[in-house]
């Protein structure tokens, strides 16, 4: 069955960077974009950007550009997210979400990593 | 910076029908957008109700359908059962990327 497995609860300090993973499995992983979506406490989803897995291009949220790198690894099937220069504002449930490449159908969403950012 | 609105809260009895609506800052909302709908419950990752507009998943119940109502793109629950409670976010696709909705709080009463 499908499954996307994040990599767990972080933590960190104003400035620092955090890399989330995201581990597919159960499908041919490069027939699949990934998204990455943020939420924020008690609020709305943020979409941040996608990479296809196939090629590595990348796409990103105007907001997060020069901030955000998605990457891939095929050889073990998980795709990362590195955001740097965080603020508290970035604390939030970080998601990834798979497309069938092109199809603009979101089907499977990962279980979420929480990152919080605190002095 | 293009504002995706759903209403903030709605509420619906058990056995009943409503309508959930995501318009667009931009004007009116077409097939062109490829309207995703997602379910979230408390403490839980979304599940994806609608694809394109009007598609279901394979899992998802019968009494969720969606369309395109008055320049807004729609989720209409029909028969609605109290597992329903839930929040509901949109999609939306624009160039350049996505944009989700402010999201619907839907409560079963």
């Known amino acids: 069955q499908v499954q996307l497995v994040q990599s767990g609860a972080e933590v960190k300090i104003p400035g620092a960077s955090v890399k989330i993973s995201c581990k597919a499995s159960?499908?041919?992983?490069?027939?699949?974009?990934m998204h990455w979506v943020r939420q924020a406490p008690g609020q709305g989803f943020e979409w941040m950007g996608m990479v296809d897995p196939n090629t590595g291009k990348t796409n990103y949220a105007q907001k997060f550009q020069g901030r955000v790198i998605m990457t891939r690894d095929t050889s073990t099937g998980t795709v990362y997210m590195d955001l740097n220069s965080l603020t508290s504002d970035d604390t939030a449930m970080y998601y990834c979400?798979?497309?069938?490449?092109?199809?603009?159908?979101?089907?499977?969403w990962g279980q979420g990593t929480l990152v919080i950012v605190s002095s | 910076q293009t504002v995706v609105t759903q209403e903030p809260s709605l509420t619906v009895s058990p056995g009943g029908t409503v309508t959930l609506t995501c318009a667009s800052s931009?004007?009116?909302?077409?097939?062109?957008?490829?309207p995703n709908w997602f379910q979230q419950k408390p403490g839980q990752a979304p599940r994806a109700l609608i694809y394109?507009?009007?598609n279901k998943h394979s899992w998802t119940p019968a009494r969720f359908s969606g369309s395109l109502l008055g320049g807004k793109a729609a989720l209409i629950l029909s028969d609605v059962q109290p597992e329903d409670e839930a929040d509901y976010h949109c999609?939306?696709?624009?160039?350049?990327?996505?944009?989700f909705g402010t999201g619907t709080k839907l409560t079963v009463l």
């Open positions: 979400a798979r497309e069938r490449g092109g199809s603009l159908n979101f089907d499977y």
């Open positions: 159960g499908y041919s992983f490069t027939t699949y974009y």
């Open positions: 999609l939306l696709h624009y160039e350049g990327g996505w944009v």
């Open positions: 394109r507009t009007n």
């Open positions: 931009t004007g009116a909302v077409t097939s062109g957008y490829y």
